[in-house]
């Protein structure tokens, strides 16, 4: 049953030294009519002790609503209850180590109520506390995409610079589950699977120019899991199965303009995950062989598709012509590639 209008979700695991300001930045927006949906996974590090203080204490703390895990089920599950168990009419997800501006849901929800949107975009603020790099901000053009395709037109024709992750977006609760969209069980890359399916589905969609969100890239977070000693070989081929999953969505879509992009962007993917093996291969353990990494390689469509495809074609047919050379030339190519792209 619908209570309010919006609901921020917050997966909240392992953010002890984050979780106040994060939620303090929530609890702080000008926006009123906000359900504050927590889902607790299990992380044991007082996380939650710090939301059931600010139920208690804050002024807004009677719209906090708590979901507790039966065990660690990771962020795709978390997001999946949020979605199921939402009470508001919207959707904004809201990761427990991030921080978002006061008028960040007021200017997502206008844009969506002028519009009939089904999701709105607002840009952000990357921090990066891993490699300490400056700070980058990745902001959008003032866009309104309201007819069938032109958000998947957009965002796989300018992948580099829209972002995957889910945060920072407003969604229309009944579209996302009339759409059945679900997170996959995933350790990683879960966001990309969740926006590639999203986006060939949504008619009418907004970005927005204004920085509302500000996204912490911390040390021994999943999204940074590169960033130890030593790796497992589980972990590489889950991201390459996760990317696996898109890539057999690429036949149904073959007719779609933006199926060219839509494939190459998946391959380079594929590529950027042999280039991180090949560059950490003494790190991996127990190693990936080379006819593993080839297999990472290999292009979804039939020769014969790639010549109808309307964006990217050559680069479809290089990339498909790699993943079909015989493993001792394969290897090669791909290093001299790596080079030239200067990631290896």
Same mark, same amino acid.
């Given at each position: ?6 609901t921020?979700?917050?997966p909240?695991y ?15 927006q000008?926006y ?10 299990c992380?044991?590090?007082g ?11 804050h ?9 507790r ?5 990771? %962020? ?5 209850r ?8 919207? $959707? ?14 007021? $200017? ?11 999701? !709105? ?8 506390? %891993? ?24 965002a ?9 992750? +889910?945060?920072?977006? $407003?969604?229309?609760?009944?579209? $996302?589950?009339?759409?059945?969209l ?11 699977a969740?926006?590639?399916?999203? !986006?060939?589905? +949504? ?23 590169q ?7 589980e972990e ?18 073959r007719d ?17 995950? +042999?280039?991180?093996v ?13 006819r ?5 390689m290999?292009?979804p ?7 109808s ?23 090669? !190519? ?8 200067k990631?290896?």
């Amino acid at each position: 049953m619908t209570r309010y209008e919006v609901t921020i979700g917050i997966p909240v695991y392992r953010a002890a030294g984050y979780i106040e300001a994060t939620m303090q930045s929530a609890l702080s927006q000008t926006y009123a009519d906000i359900e504050f949906l927590i889902v607790d996974d299990c992380g044991g590090d007082g996380s939650m002790d710090v939301v059931e203080r600010l139920q208690r204490e804050h002024p807004r703390g009677g719209d906090i609503r708590i979901l507790r895990n039966s065990e660690n089920l990771g %962020v795709g599950k978390s997001r999946n209850r949020l979605i199921d168990e939402a009470q508001g009419c919207y $959707l904004y997800f809201l990761d427990s180590d991030d921080i978002i501006e006061p008028d960040t849901i007021e $200017l997502l929800y206008n844009a969506m109520i002028t519009n009939g949107a089904e999701v !709105v975009y607002a840009s952000y603020e990357k921090i990066d506390n %891993v490699k300490f790099t400056p700070k980058q901000t990745f902001q959008y053009p003032s866009l309104c995409l309201l007819q069938e395709d032109e958000l998947a037109d957009y965002a796989f024709h300018n992948y580099g610079s829209f972002q995957i992750s +889910v945060c920072n977006c $407003l969604y229309w609760l009944e579209f $996302l589950r009339h759409s059945n969209l679900r997170f996959l069980d995933a350790m990683f890359w879960e966001d990309m699977a969740f926006t590639y399916d999203m !986006v060939t589905l +949504v008619r009418k969609a907004v970005l927005l120019p204004h920085i509302t969100y500000h996204y912490l890239c911390r040390p021994h977070s999943l999204s940074n899991y590169q960033d130890r000693d030593e790796l497992h070989r589980e972990e590489i081929l889950k991201n390459a199965s996760t990317v696996d999953y898109l890539k057999w969505k690429c036949y149904r879509l073959r007719d779609k303009s933006y199926a060219g992009d839509f494939c190459y962007n998946l391959q380079m993917n594929s590529f950027y995950i +042999v280039c991180h093996v090949l560059k950490h291969r003494q790190r991996i353990l127990p190693p990936i062989l080379n006819r593993e990494l080839r297999q990472i390689m290999r292009h979804p469509m039939l020769f014969r598709n790639l010549m109808s495809l309307k964006r990217k074609r050559l680069q479809n047919i290089m990339l498909w012509l790699i993943a079909h050379l015989p493993t001792l030339f394969f290897m090669p !190519v791909v290093k001299m590639m790596g080079r030239v792209k200067k990631v290896l």
